[in-house]
């Protein structure tokens, strides 16, 4: 508690340029890099009562991890932040770091959901670092890089002479993630990777450690070296260095390699799209008909339209499957109009619940109960054995498809503990708030589902544990596929 606290009191602290010193409270401290005040102080506050009071009476789930003494604390701390005034990158991570302390997969500052001063002043500025980034066994490997001095494969130490340990630590309490448990705390790290689900290292880390004059130095260890050597490299933007570094495709992906067929699903995001999943997934399971043995991979998942989940579930059952019910509640009736003008969404009927909702025991509205979707098996499923790769990115529909394919046994869960949470998640309609001075716009979820069976704080343990390994990765190697496929040997 203490700790986030003083993390927030601590970035109004920081010079323009800070060195690093000592424990991950003094690297926000002394790290942390407001820059000129773009807003002043009275605009600053006034930024931080409406993001408070659009949290307090929006979030459905504000007190599923925290407590609102917490939740004044901090805001009282991110207020004193900026009574000197503020910059828009200094709004960024307050805003982060207040997000993120509900500990909700959903209500964070999305790069998606920003005014456009925003995405330029802040996003858009050359001020990334010149690499493509993996953290495994906490470590960091350069797995892409734009900076001649650097090749991939290196190990990346530190950055102008800050540890990377101590910068992820510094980091961590800006990242969202569903609860407190194992898998969550997965999903949180998760986001310092690059990549689509990820990227807090060009988000997030310019905004809290400048480059000086343009430019960091990092510390590297070598591919097959023991001696660690440092370089200089100009900080540059995400378009430039993405032209030699391009990110992972987000394209659904299958083949069949001799008697196993292998599914690549990295995403149920498929909104303004003319994809068709479903068809997909139709000739999908046609083309594995006699294939005995089959791989998905939704590691990279992290949600979208959790009905295309139903729709993969549904070619692996042998018998229907009934999902788990949820209370489901709304922390309003009526959006307030004084926060309405803020807040966009793709459904405006999501702030009007009059007739819909009934005031239940707490602070909450309650909808009417969710008794959980039914899933039929198709008419021939597959008759094959499956493994499922899971891991922490499986945050919202992609943590239900894997909750449900270990419900119903359908398939082997294997990889690493999903994000997500047993006891339900906030989400389903959301609305983003853009704070009138900063810009800074805010993702809430409008609707919480709450378990009736008061599981456990956790998301979902693979039958098969296998994590990431550091040899592996630096060879190319990937551990879970490798270990899928020891598993179906073993079954041949």
């Known amino acids: 508690m203490h700790t986030r606290r003083h993390a927030l009191q601590a970035l109004a602290l920081a010079p323009a340029a800070g060195v690093l010193g000592g424990a991950p409270q003094r690297a926000c401290a002394q790290g942390a890099a407001p820059g000129p005040a773009e807003i002043s102080a009275a605009d600053a506050q006034r930024d931080l009562r409406i993001l408070k009071r659009a949290l307090t009476e929006l979030h459905p789930g504000l007190l599923r991890y925290t407590t609102l003494a917490q939740i004044d604390a901090d805001f009282a701390a991110a207020t004193a932040a900026v009574a000197s005034g503020s910059s828009r990158a200094q709004m960024v991570l307050l805003a982060a770091q207040l997000s993120a302390s509900l500990h909700c997969g959903h209500t964070w500052v999305s790069p998606y959901n920003q005014r456009q001063d925003v995405v330029d002043g802040v996003f858009k500025r050359a001020d990334k670092l010149p690499l493509t980034l993996r953290w495994v066994e906490g470590r960091v490997l350069v797995t892409g890089s734009s900076a001649a001095p650097v090749t991939a494969g290196s190990e990346l130490l530190a950055i102008d002479q800050r540890p990377m340990t101590a910068i ?41 450690y400048t480059p000086q004059g343009g430019r960091y130095t990092l510390t590297l260890r070598e591919c097959g070296s023991a001696d660690p050597r440092s370089v200089s490299v100009m900080a540059t933007t995400t378009a430039e260095r993405d032209k ?10 299958f083949r069949v390699d001799g008697d196993t067929g292998i599914l690549t699903l990295p ?25 005995p043995f089959l791989i998905i991979d939704q590691r990279d998942n992290e949600g979208g339209d959790d009905a295309i989940g139903r729709a993969v579930l549904s070619h692996l059952l042998r018998a229907p499957l009934q999902g788990p019910g949820f209370r489901v509640e709304s922390a309003y009736e009526r959006v307030p109009y004084v926060l309405a003008r803020y807040l966009d969404t793709w459904d405006f009927g999501f702030f009007d619940r009059t007739g819909q909702v009934t005031k239940g025991p707490g602070r909450n509205w309650l909808l009417p109960d969710q008794p959980g979707a039914r899933i039929e098996p198709v008419a021939a499923p597959y008759a094959g054995r499956s493994v499922v790769l899971i891991g922490p990115q499986n945050s919202s529909a992609g943590f239900l498809l894997a909750r449900d394919i270990q419900r119903s046994g359908a398939a082997t869960l294997l990889g690493q503990p999903s994000g997500g949470n047993l006891r339900g998640l906030n989400g389903g309609q959301l609305c983003w708030i853009n704070l009138p001075a900063s810009g800074v716009g805010v993702d809430i979820p409008l609707v919480a589902a709450y378990a009736k069976d008061n599981p456990p704080d956790a998301g979902v343990q693979p039958d098969v544990a296998v994590a990431p390994r550091w040899a592996d990765a630096v060879a190319g190697v990937d551990t879970a596929m490798q270990a899928a496929r020891r598993l179906i040997a073993g079954w041949r």
């Open 244 to 253: 030699t570094s391009p990110a992972p495709s987000s394209a659904w992906a």
């Open 267 to 291: 995403t149920f995001a498929f909104w303004r799209s003319d994809f068709k999943p479903e068809a997909y997934l139709q000739q999908t399971f046609e083309a594995l008909r006699g294939v």
């Open 168 to 208: 992820r630590d510094a980091l961590l309490p800006l990242l969202r993630a569903d609860g407190l448990h194992e898998g969550a705390r997965g999903k949180a790290l998760s986001q310092l990777d690059s990549g689509p689900n990820g990227g807090a290292m060009d988000r997030l880390f310019p905004l809290m």
